[in-house]
């Protein structure tokens, strides 16, 4: 499980550019809010992402005490030796195991990963509209994938792209699959993807 969930967040810096860094912060942000729903906020933990071993490792420090009273920082002696298997261990001291993400349940852990995609998406989402408002004015090329009445959506980088009607030159006609020149004139926030808006009409196309 640990290796399929780093995986699928490891091909999104491959395909989508997104920054690793970024992405390791995230992933350790998210495991770290389901371990606090199971131990409380109390818990003393961390988690550990390595990208390149396709591992989430979470890490669980507790206490060893005679009678437990609070089981998000504490373990009794007898529990510790059991799950260490080391007899030498003693009240007082720290104990720290390894929490696998099967023993949070899998409402938990589907959770954790709804929650990723999510932030993921958005990441994305303010990737593709810095992108495109750092590139306002200039020519792209790209490729005609639907014709509408009032609109043609245009492939760029697997970004869609929006040719309105009142951007296109008169009486030009395009065809799906066709290649298309086109300047980048707006770029707007939304509650999905950004609309980048472009133009064959606009003075800036007919002017390069």
Known sequence: ?????????????????????????????????????????????????????????????????????????????????????????????????VVPLASFGRRLVVSAKQNLNQRIKEIERENVFNEYSNTVGEIVVGEIYQIRRNEILIN????????????????????????IRAVIKEVRKNSGNPVVVVSRADSKFLEK
């Open 156 to 179: 760029h980088n697997r970004n869609e792209l929006l040719l309105p009607k009142t951007e296109q030159i008169f009486k030009e006609r395009y065809k799906k699959g066709d290649s």
């Open 1 to 97: 499980m640990n290796s399929e969930i780093v995986e699928s967040f490891g091909s999104m810096v491959r395909e989508k550019g997104i920054d690793k860094d970024m992405l390791v912060n995230i992933v350790e942000d998210v495991f770290s809010m389901m371990v606090r729903k199971k131990y409380g906020q109390e818990a003393k933990f961390d988690v550990v992402v390595n990208m390149e071993k396709g591992d989430i490792e979470i890490f669980l420090e507790r206490q060893i005490v005679e009678a437990v009273e609070n089981p998000a920082v504490q373990i009794d002696l007898e529990t510790a030796r059991e799950l260490s298997g080391e007899s030498e261990l003693e009240v007082g001291e720290d104990y720290v195991e």
